[in-house]
T-cell receptor, first 115, second 113 residues
Framework: NAGVTQTPKFQVLKTGQSMTLQCAQD?????MYWYRQDPGMGLRLIYY???????DKGEVPNGYNVSRLNKREFSLRLESAAPSQTSVYFC??????????????FGPGTRLTVL | QKEVEQDPGPLSVPEGAIVSLNCTYS??????FMWYRQYSRKGPELLMY????GNKEDGRFTAQVDKSSKYISLFIRDSQPSDSATYLC?????????????FGKGTKLSVKP
């Protein structure tokens, strides 16, 4: 099992450019999450998807959109990147069908710089 | 007040020392507690989890929860240089339907040979 995979690993954008971060999990988890991690701020939830077909805002959703493409894949889109979105982005997944959903497993992260 | 408070450190100890990492939380509804370890430039990995008050041991690691004080701890015995990482505590309401976790900001630990 690969667990949670993310692409790309690194990305540099110019202000105003758009991009999509991809995430996939092979653990048959129902729930998936997108976080950003900034120095001194810890992990902050951007969006989550409790199940296929549903998405909800987290603590810091502004400037982002998400798509739960299917049970395995959850993408994060920046429509018009801003320097404040320079961060490390982590995708996570949790839960099995009918099981507890609190334990989250993280991907390796995407380091994004917006110039 | 943030729901979970964690001293960011950094914390530097000699190899073989006993390490104590701590978090406090404010919401008495939290019943599910976790510790994640994050190596530099890597994603967080689940280290320990517990559902209730008391101790849980796994090798050199012991997680302790005191619900009366709203205090959670991670103890590392015989610390090794390979334990050098950032440790994040996390908590959630038991059986939370959305699986949302509240994270502390992390404590950076350095174990010197």
């Amino acid at each position: 099992n690969a667990g949670v995979t993310q692409t790309p690993k690194f990305q540099v954008l110019k202000t105003g450019q758009s991009m999509t971060l991809q995430c996939a999990q092979d653990m048959n988890h129902n729930s998936m999450y997108w976080y950003r991690q900034d120095p001194g701020m810890g992990l902050r939830l951007i969006y989550y998807s409790a199940s296929e077909g549903t998405t909800d805002k987290g603590e810091v959703p502004n400037g982002y959109n998400v798509s739960r493409l299917n049970k395995r894949e959850f993408s994060l889109r920046l429509e018009s990147a801003a320097p404040s979105q320079t961060s490390v982005y982590f995708c996570a997944s949790s839960g099995l069908a009918g099981g507890r959903t609190d334990t989250q497993y993280f991907g390796p992260g995407t380091r994004l710089t917006v110039l | 007040q943030k729901e979970v408070e964690q001293d960011p450190g950094p914390l530097s100890v000699p190899e073989g020392a006993i390490v104590s990492l701590n978090c406090t939380y404010s919401n008495s509804a939290f019943q599910y507690f976790m510790w994640y370890r994050q190596y530099s430039r890597k994603g967080p990995e689940l280290l320990m989890y517990t559902y209730s008050s008391g101790n849980k041991e796994d090798g050199r690691f012991t997680a302790q929860v005191d619900k009366s004080s709203k205090y959670i701890s991670l103890f590392i015995r015989d610390s090794q240089p390979s334990d050098s990482a950032t440790y994040l505590c996390a908590t959630s309401v038991y059986g939370g339907s959305q699986g949302n976790l509240i994270f502390g900001k992390g404590t950076k630990l350095s174990v010197k040979p």
